[in-house]
């Protein structure tokens, strides 16, 4: 496969991890977040400073990071125990400046500089193939599948559907809105630090615009234009915003333009995304 | 003389500069149905709000079965075994109807009990069987009332709060409501209810408190509300 090929299908799988991460807290939880690409930014950091820094092995530099992004979710899901929709909205827009911010400026984060010499994946002793990093990739948008679809439908899942639907009717069935919406927080926050890593790793370098608040907009676009809440949706979108600008490229003056127009048109469209209720896509499935 | 299950002691609950509820003190017995009458304004909503936590009570106490709780969270209140069905039945309208009702039963692990609750609710509510695949959003007014009821009693409470269950319902919807209340009484579940329709009030309680702008003003029996001179005119329009 060619290496412009690859690049793109592992850009698709990191950014496929993204939209099903977000999806847990925004399509399960219901609680909007327009900072994902923060807790994505902490991943990918954690990752590089523990490897260049401190020389710590990739596995368990890797391990290390995605504790260290869950636990910075469980502490920026916070504010969505006081405050819920337009003005969560806003708070998540805070904290993905802030992260950026702090990863800008100190230079034990590289400053504008950012971090370069991330180490790629290696086996014994050889650094592995960019087509054995894309079937890593895709085993691990596999597992972020699996962990969505068992979060889906356990009870957890169903409790946090409730907090969603409903918040007030849950906390008087006894179901508490802190424990789901952190742990909403918590698990999507775990797959956007693996995320972090696979890109980190992948690029070899990393800087804080990687990680601005326009990629928060579109990791959100990618699941609502699949269609929250749902599965194959997030995975639809991911696929979509990522590959249509490219399919544009031949008119390249006028890409952004058209991926735009094709955003607003679908949003009056297809509301639900194309995977949602009385979406495209999923009628279409249904009905064959 | 059954043990109360919950006392309501001086409770005092502010919203700015409005006081909803001033000293209010009332009890419920094991077993009971107890109705709290008031107008529009009186404050039997943010009474049972208060009980349930969903209003900061600034002064009193509310203990239930033994344990003050007035500081306890919403969902550890439902822990304990309050079940409240808030005004305007609160289901969740994108879950089918089945969902809801397992929700409302979200911490008995033991599946057998779940399915014996289950049986128990279907066979009080048999509309709601038939309509068990359908999301809880497509249902009618009564039957989101019948579901918020019933998800409530999935839980297996030791009481049962309402907040005015027959608003905005058709008049042969509220019998078929209150029917339902008989029932649950009948089998032994202690009650709370909020009401404004006194008459319907009179046909299921054991006992009435009136409520106005947030006092207890009366506690009265069945045949005491309906011979009072003074509820018969500002309650029964007689």
């Known amino acids: 496969m060619g290496d412009y090929l690859t690049t793109l299908l592992i850009t698709v799988g990191i ?243 058209l991926y735009g127009i094709l955003l607003v048109l679908m949003m009056i469209y297809q509301p639900n995304g194309f995977f949602g209720k009385k979406g495209i896509v999923w009628s279409m499935i249904k009905k064959s | 003389m059954e043990k109360n299950i919950i006392e309501i002691k001086n409770l005092k609950v502010r919203y700015e500069n409005i006081q909803a509820l001033n000293n209010a003190t009332l009890n419920v017995r094991k077993g009971e149905c107890v109705t709290i009458v008031g107008a529009n304004g009186a404050g039997k909503s943010s009474l049972l709000k208060a009980v349930m936590g969903f209003n900061k009570t600034d002064e009193g106490n509310i203990i239930f079965n033994n344990q003050n709780i007035e500081n306890l969270p919403t969902y550890k209140r439902a822990a304990l075994g309050i079940s409240f069905v808030p005004e305007g039945a609160r289901v969740f309208p994108k879950i089918n109807v089945l969902g809801n009702l397992l929700l409302g039963a979200y911490k008995e692990k033991d599946k057998e009990k779940i399915i014996e609750r289950l049986d128990y609710i279907y066979s009080l509510f048999p509309r709601l069987k038939e309509r068990e695949k359908q999301l809880a959003g497509t249902l009618s007014g009564g039957e989101r009332q019948m579901l918020a009821m019933a998800r409530a009693l999935m ?38 209810l909020s009401e404004q329709n006194a008459h319907k009030a009179a046909e299921v309680a054991d006992r009435i408190y009136i409520l106005e702008l947030g006092k207890i003003t009366k506690e009265t029996d069945k045949e005491g509300l309906l011979n009072d001179p003074y509820i018969k005119k500002a309650y029964l329009g007689k």
């Open chain 1, 15 to 257: 950014y496929t991890i993204l939209s099903l991460s977000l999806n847990i807290i925004v399509g399960y939880a219901g609680q909007i977040s327009l900072g994902h690409a923060a807790f994505w930014a902490i991943g990918a950091y954690s990752f590089a400073v523990l490897t260049t820094k401190y020389s710590i092995p990739f596995v368990e530099a890797a391990f290390f990071s995605i504790v260290i992004t869950t636990l910075v979710g469980i502490f920026l899901g916070l504010p969505s125990l006081r405050v819920s929709e337009d003005f969560l909205a806003i708070t998540t827009i805070g904290i993905n400046f802030i992260v950026q911010g702090i990863f800008n400026s100190f230079d034990y984060f590289g400053g504008a500089m950012g971090i370069g010499n991330i180490p790629f994946p290696t086996m014994h002793g050889d650094m592995i193939s960019n087509n054995t990093f894309l079937f890593i990739t895709y085993l691990l948008v596999a597992l972020t599948i699996i962990i969505s679809y068992i979060f889906k439908v356990s009870w957890a899942g169903l409790a946090s559907f409730a907090i969603k639907d409903d918040e007030l009717a849950a906390d008087v069935s006894g179901i508490s809105p802190v424990i789901f919406k952190l742990l909403s927080f918590a698990i999507g926050s775990a797959l956007a630090g693996l995320a972090g890593i696979l890109y980190a790793s992948f690029m070899g370098f990393i800087s804080a615009n990687d990680f601005s608040f326009p990629v928060s907009v579109a990791i959100l676009a990618m699941v609502m234009v699949g269609g929250e809440g749902t599965i194959l949706g997030p995975i639809f979108g991911a696929f979509l915003l990522i590959l249509l600008p490219e399919f544009f490229r031949p008119i390249h003056s006028y890409r952004m333009f």
């Open chain 2, 155 to 192: 839980g297996k409470p030791l009481l049962l709060m309402m907040d005015e269950i027959s608003l905005g319902l058709m008049p042969k919807l509220v019998d078929m409501v209150f029917e339902v209340v008989e029932e649950l009484h009948k089998s032994g579940i202690t009650i709370l």
